[in-house]
């Protein structure tokens, strides 16, 4: 496996950053996950237009236009023989000194790692997901807005924590507010009456190119589909749950804090937009 490195392709062994990177001491930095599908990249360009947002938003200047990004994502499938993949790119603010001033960083380090997918188990999108609500909350909007994707993640690991030890595979953050934002890594959809609602991003979640490919596809396939503020009441009653991603694509929620969801399994809407999903994949990338 071969590793994009600012500007080498090098030995996984081989690939390590200094313990004075700014990315390593403060978490200053930003990323993006993105994945391939039989040599389509899924929606790069969306992709790439968030990861330079979130640098924006930071002040973090990626030392790359658009267009050598999306060649570095190219090549390092290429180097690795890889058809369907996770790539993540990785910007860093740079090897500074220990202080925390970003003016001693030298400049914006860039990685880029491919690999094959690890998924929920296949079976998991059979039977559905168990999930709880976490006590961690997503930070505030006004503080460090949710869309900036950067290193900084320990409140989405805190979250993961907690489902870790409820046993279940995810775990669902409220905003300081109490509305629902997302799961740790993922969003969330509910169903009610055949309407998809999506936690608006000023609510505090992440505005996930796959929440925003679901919204479409649903609208195509004839549901209505909008963004909505909701509470835990309204996913323990809502007739169908599902969290959307990167990794995880569409997986349907069955059980939410012991609440048994619609009829225990996957609900049709679920499957359709899922199926929606997997018919757009593989012909809506960048060859
Ligand atoms: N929320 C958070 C906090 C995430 O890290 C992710 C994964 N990038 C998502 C939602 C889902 O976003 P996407 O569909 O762009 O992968």
Redesign the pocket.
Known sequence: QLIYLDGDFVKKEDAKVSVYDHGFLYGDGVF??I?AYNGNVFRLEE?LV?LYESAKSILLEIPYTIEEMTDVVKQTLRVNSLQSAYIRLIVSRGVGNLGIDPRSCKGASVIAIAEPLSLFPAELYETGIEIVSASSRRNRSDVLS?KT?SLN?LN?ILVKIEANLAGVPEALMMNADGYVA??????IFIVKDNKLITPPGYIG?????????ILEVAKERGYEAVEGVFTRHDVYVADEVFL?????EVIGVVKVDGRVIGEGIPGKVTNDILEGFRSIVNNDGVK
């Open positions: 993006e996950g994945r992709h968030r949710p994707k993640y989405n997302e799961g740790s890594s993922d969003n979640a992440l505005e996930g190119i796959t929440r925003n490919a959307t991603g990167t990794a995880a």
